[in-house]
């Protein structure tokens, strides 16, 4: 069976930055085969986002088949504080702490930096307020990601405090993805995916040769270690380059290309089929095949470069 390579994205994420609607839900649209949401009404939103921008009815289609509300592979879940605490919160105290912690300190430097240091018992109920909601929707944002990835393995998009906590519970998170190494090579190429239209997101997700680029950036992970987005950059300029050279060489003209056309013009007219004309479409085919398995990469870059240049 053919992996599927799947993300999840919390309500929070969905609530304070529009996403997938924005420039990185683009991205992580190229990437993986389903984004799973901590929310139920997915559909419902795309359903208006596609009627507002015009979408043509193929791409709403399809994003509505690779969009998935977390319903689908929990049924019973709720997003509710109850259901939070009686099946999550006991098992894990590590995290509960850890949510906490980080909602009260980012909470705290984001009331300094606006300059509205609580002062009066109302303004510190309202500090209070909004360090036990951000702490709540941590803890069920990680709750839900954690509860998907015993079923399958899950890559987190997470907030900017959504990852401080994973990068606290779980030193794995810290490390680069292939998504993150593809993040980069795509942005090299196009940096303003606002620019781009989703009929033209999910052209380029349905181009034959995207798996083959998504195994060149799943073999590039392997390869990095530096987190310096120029390092990749410069990684993807170089293979590029000198896998083009090597593509040149395998499209040259065969040296007996002449003599094999000589020897087809002196086989006898009336057979049904030229055995070696055969032979020779069947060998075509073939090398046209296995030079995409190779190449199809760089005919990816191409394609996203054409959109770069419209």
């Known amino acids: 069976m053919k992996k599927k390579f799947r993300g999840y994205a919390s309500f929070v994420r969905s609530w304070q930055e529009e996403f997938p609607f924005n420039s990185s839900g683009k ?12 929310i139920d009404h997915i559909k419902g939103a795309t359903d208006v986002v596609a009627q507002w921008e015009d979408w043509d009815s193929k791409t709403l289609k399809d994003l509505n ?6 319903t689908k592979y929990q049924p019973k879940y709720r997003f509710s504080i109850d259901y939070l605490e009686k099946r999550f919160i006991a098992e894990h105290p590590d995290l509960e702490e850890t949510a906490f912690r980080i909602a009260h300190k980012e909470t705290k430097k984001e009331v300094e930096k606006q300059k509205r240091k609580p002062k009066s018992p109302q303004d510190h109920y309202v500090f209070a307020r909004e360090v036990s909601y ?3 929707g941590l803890l069920e944002g990680v709750n839900s990601w954690m509860t998907l990835n015993k079923t399958f393995p899950c890559v987190f998009l997470p907030l900017y405090r959504e990852n401080l906590v ?3 519970l779980f030193s794995v998170a810290t490390k680069k993805t292939p998504f993150d190494i593809f993040s980069e090579a795509i942005n090299s190429r196009l940096p303003d995916l606002n620019n781009v239209t989703w009929d033209e997101i999910v052209e380029l997700r349905n181009n034959s040769c995207f798996n083959n680029f998504r195994e060149k950036m799943i073999h590039l992970h392997k390869m990095v ?18 896998e083009m050279k090597e593509l040149l060489l395998e499209l040259r003209p065969s040296p007996h290309k002449f003599l094999v056309k000589a020897i087809i013009s002196k086989i006898p007219m009336g057979l049904p089929i030229n ?3 055969a032979l020779l479409n069947t060998h075509k085919i073939l090398k046209e095949k296995k030079i995409l398995k190779k190449y199809g990469w760089i005919y990816f870059l191409i394609e996203i470069e054409k959109i770069q240049n419209n």
Not at 27 to 38: G, K, M, P, S
Request: net charge negative.
């Open 27 to 38: 991205l992580a649209t190229l990437w993986f085969d389903e984004i799973i949401f901590q």
């Open 65 to 70: 088949h690779l969009w998935i509300p977390i």
């Open 134 to 136: 951000a702490y709540l």
């Open 166 to 168: 994973i990068q606290d």
């Open 225 to 242: 270690h530096s987190g310096d987005i120029n390092s990749v950059k410069e990684l993807i300029d170089k293979l590029q380059f000198s």
């Open 275 to 277: 055995p070696i004309s």
